[in-house]
């Protein structure tokens, strides 16, 4: 009997398997308006509650900021949307913008193309060596940006790098990777070489998810192998190479973290040379919070505006075709 | 100097100010009478002095009532950030920190900085060089207690002068001559380089006789001077600009690894440099050591002795120390008079020291650097301290430094013509300084 116990026990409380979808119907129906909606907001509560703190608090309080202005000798004082005026007539703010849009115009491409010209390859070559290059290839964007950073500075000086004497071989001067008109080259570099991996990843995820199928079918009718690829593998993945075309627009849109060690290096990066670079300096070199949270939420607006049209002109052409 | 007789001085000097302290406070703040349980005040620092371990064991060891907890934040720009940012929230700032001179005005305006007078600091008034305690007070306000100093004077290096007969300049117009005949004797090498560093440049407009700014907040909290144009600014900025455009001046960063390798390989022969530099760069630059020298900075006029200073730092105390009293006391004593901390701020730290007694002791004049050849350079450094003068920074220094840099940089790029630098920088800092609700006289 005392073995009995455990067994028998917990079968005498729940009510037998047939049973249980009649009990929990009927409870479902009784306790429909009180029960299940404590229940489920207990399950959502704690990330409601992360959500809360460290989303919507911060930003209503940064958005609270941007409404008022700060004057060092003036003290603080409400002035509604005039930091917002003041943001979209900033030329600073404008010049930056600028720049990051056509830094993005340019990169965006060359590295998502990189990137689906890698996950093609990967996918078509499965032998060893396509898993170490998978690895490799995914490297760069295990280092930390910050680090990433450094080492382009140091790759890209002209006391210890490899590149900048190259010219001189041929009788050329040194390259100076710094100076104003080859700096945005050098800051695409750095980032293509450390988010290429990373988007070529997520290409090559979804290319696994395409049935193989397809490409037999594709065989069949006598396709080229680069014709499946451009005709066949390209089409079928595109929802993930709009993905990561947005994530990259939106990661442009803020860039920073490059630009604001290479300043360390290169005195051609002003304290606006992005829109994120800006917002920074404004809070924590010109101690001005309150035009530093308006800059921030206009740039949020612009991101958000950008991404959303990606998004829109994405699916209608998806639509048509 | 620095003998018994000087910490006699030093320990009379505690003593009477403890009995200051107890009559001015009652009983409740002269330690140990509140009760014996809650042992010594505790006061928190942020500072980012190399070597600044020593000092606070030094001077933990050396105060049974105060005990200093220290944390390095980060060096400068880093540390303001984290600074501007407390101050703002109203809580997290330490009670005590390590602020730069240019910065005081800015963290006095953030209403982040506590005045030390009165708890005592104005007694320190003759202890320092007259300058140095000029920027750290406004009027009776102590708002800053000077700890080093940047008296600016000539690296330059002393076997390629004598090897190729270069005479050392001691005017700038001999200057841009050497740098001349330096590019001539080997092409790949420049008299110097153009930093990109805002206290450096300042530091040769104020040798020039250049007072581009104002302010007071002692007289009025909302007028600010500033005067970029004038003349002795922009012969400055025409020279070193000419020196640029006709590529006899290098280009690179100073600090940067490449700045460094250059003033090490003997692409740079000279370097405009503060007292505190030779003991910062002495460490990366192993191959030339031995072959540095130091003369005083070129005159703008024959025969003159006009001095700049480029950088050098204070301990505050902020508005949220929970105990300005004790917090002054230790940013009046972690170096001030103690013999222990200059030992090391001196010897392993190599600040120039701002207290006058320290900077004018045997022991640091006539110290022989092994760096310099043997050369006795405080021997330079010194008397230029003494003579530096009254010199002033605006409250929003951050914008006016970082606007100089960009608007040098676009000259630097071919984007901007350096007889535009000042101007453009004059227009955009009276601009920031009128939206910002200053009235601005030049």
């Given at each position: ?321 | ?29 002269c330690g140990g009478a509140t009760g014996e349980d809650s042992g010594p005040v505790r006061v928190s620092v942020w500072a980012w002095y190399p070597e600044f371990k020593g000092v606070v064991e030094a001077f933990n060891a050396s105060h049974s009532d105060i005990q200093v907890d220290w944390t390095n934040v980060g060096t400068g720009p880093d540390q303001y950030a984290k600074l501007k940012t407390a101050f703002t929230a109203g809580k997290g700032a330490p009670d005590v920190a390590m602020v730069e001179f240019q910065q005081i005005p800015t963290f006095v305006i953030l209403d982040g900085l506590a005045d030390m007078g009165p708890y005592g ?239 004018a002791d045997p022991a640091f004049t006539g110290k022989a650097y092994e760096f310099f050849n043997g050369q006795k350079v405080n021997e330079i450094f010194v008397p230029v301290s003494q003579k530096l003068g009254e010199f002033q920074y605006t409250p929003f220094q951050d914008f006016v430094f970082k606007d100089l840099n960009d608007r040098t940089a676009e000259a630097m790029s071919g984007g901007r013509e350096w007889s535009t630098v000042l101007e453009e920088t004059q227009k955009n800092v009276v601009a920031y300084a009128e939206k910002q609700g200053f009235k601005v006289s030049r």
């Amino acid at each position: 009997m005392t073995r009995s116990i455990p067994i028998t026990a917990p079968a005498a409380d729940s009510p037998p398997p047939p049973h249980r979808p009649v009990e929990s119907r009927s409870r479902r129906r009784s306790r429909r308006v009180t029960a299940h909606p404590v229940a489920g907001a207990l399950f959502v509560l704690p990330f409601f509650l992360v959500v809360v703190a460290f989303l919507i608090v911060p930003l209503g309080y940064a958005f609270w900021l941007s409404l008022s202005s700060k004057s060092l000798a003036l003290g603080t004082r409400f002035t509604g949307i005039d930091n917002y005026v003041r943001a979209f007539t900033d030329p600073v703010l404008l010049d930056g913008l600028l720049r990051v849009v056509l830094f993005g115009l340019v990169q965006i491409p060359i590295m998502l193309g990189i990137a689906l010209a890698g996950a093609l390859t990967l996918d078509a070559v499965t032998t060893k060596f396509a898993l170490a290059f998978r690895l490799i290839a995914f490297m760069p964007y295990a280092v930390p940006a910050v680090v990433g950073a450094l080492m382009w500075g140091f790759l890209y000086s002209r006391t210890f790098g490899p590149f900048a004497d190259l010219p001189t071989f041929v009788g050329g001067d040194p390259i100076d990777f710094f100076s104003s008109s080859l700096l945005l080259l050098s800051l695409g570099n750095i980032v293509t070489w450390a988010w290429t991996g990373y988007n070529m990843i997520i290409l090559y995820s979804a290319l696994q998810g395409v049935p193989r199928e397809m490409y037999e079918a594709a065989v069949i009718d006598g396709a080229t192998p680069v014709q499946i690829a451009l005709r066949v593998k390209v089409p079928a993945i595109k929802q993930a190479i709009s993905l990561a075309a947005i994530f990259t627009v939106i990661g442009t849109m803020q860039f920073f973290t490059e630009p604001a060690i290479m300043a360390r290096f290169a005195p051609q990066i002003s304290a606006g040379y992005t829109p994120n670079l800006y917002a920074y300096n404004q809070a924590f070199a010109y101690s001005d919070f309150h035009y530093s949270a308006a800059l921030s939420f206009a740039l949020g607006f612009l991101v958000f505006v950008v991404a959303y049209a990606f998004v829109f002109i994405n699916r209608r052409r998806g639509a048509r075709s | 100097m620095l003998g018994t007789n000087w910490l006699a001085k030093a320990r009379m000097a505690k003593l009477g100010r403890g009995l200051a302290v107890c009559g001015l406070l009652a009983v409740a703040a002269c330690g140990g009478a509140t009760g014996e349980d809650s042992g010594p005040v505790r006061v928190s620092v942020w500072a980012w002095y190399p070597e600044f371990k020593g000092v606070v064991e030094a001077f933990n060891a050396s105060h049974s009532d105060i005990q200093v907890d220290w944390t390095n934040v980060g060096t400068g720009p880093d540390q303001y950030a984290k600074l501007k940012t407390a101050f703002t929230a109203g809580k997290g700032a330490p009670d005590v920190a390590m602020v730069e001179f240019q910065q005081i005005p800015t963290f006095v305006i953030l209403d982040g900085l506590a005045d030390m007078g009165p708890y005592g600091a104005n007694e320190d008034k003759d202890l320092y060089a007259e300058w140095a305690w000029s920027q750290a007070t406004d009027g009776e306000k102590v708002y800053a207690i000077p700890v080093d100093g940047g008296p600016m004077a000539l690296m330059y290096r002393k076997d390629l002068f004598d090897q190729h007969g270069i005479p050392v300049p001691t005017t700038w117009a001999e200057y841009a001559d050497a740098a001349a005949r330096i590019k001539a004797v080997d092409p790949d090498a420049y008299i110097a380089s153009f930093g990109s560093d805002g206290g450096w440049l300042n530091g040769l407009m104020w040798q020039a006789g250049c007072r581009p700014y104002g302010y007071s907040q002692a007289k009025a909290k909302d007028e600010v001077k500033i005067n970029l144009t004038a003349p002795e600014c922009k012969k400055v900025v025409d020279l070193y600009g000419d020196l640029v455009d006709k590529g006899l001046m290098a280009q690179d960063k100073f600090f940067t690894a490449d700045a460094t390798a250059a003033l090490d390989s003997g692409k740079y022969w000279t370097w405009a440099a503060a007292g505190w530099t030779p003991g910062y760069v002495a460490g990366s630059l192993k191959n030339t050591a031995g072959k540095w020298a130091v003369a005083p900075m070129p005159q703008w006029t024959a025969g003159a002795d006009e001095q700049g200073d480029w950088g050098g730092s204070t301990f505050t105390v902020t508005k949220q120390a929970k105990n300005p009293q004790a917090a002054t006391t230790v940013a009046r004593e972690l170096f001030g008079r103690s013999k222990a901390a200059w030992d090391i701020g001196l010897n392993k730290a190599f600040l120039y020291p701002l207290v006058k007694d320290v900077a004018a002791d045997p022991a640091f004049t006539g110290k022989a650097y092994e760096f310099f050849n043997g050369q006795k350079v405080n021997e330079i450094f010194v008397p230029v301290s003494q003579k530096l003068g009254e010199f002033q920074y605006t409250p929003f220094q951050d914008f006016v430094f970082k606007d100089l840099n960009d608007r040098t940089a676009e000259a630097m790029s071919g984007g901007r013509e350096w007889s535009t630098v000042l101007e453009e920088t004059q227009k955009n800092v009276v601009a920031y300084a009128e939206k910002q609700g200053f009235k601005v006289s030049r």
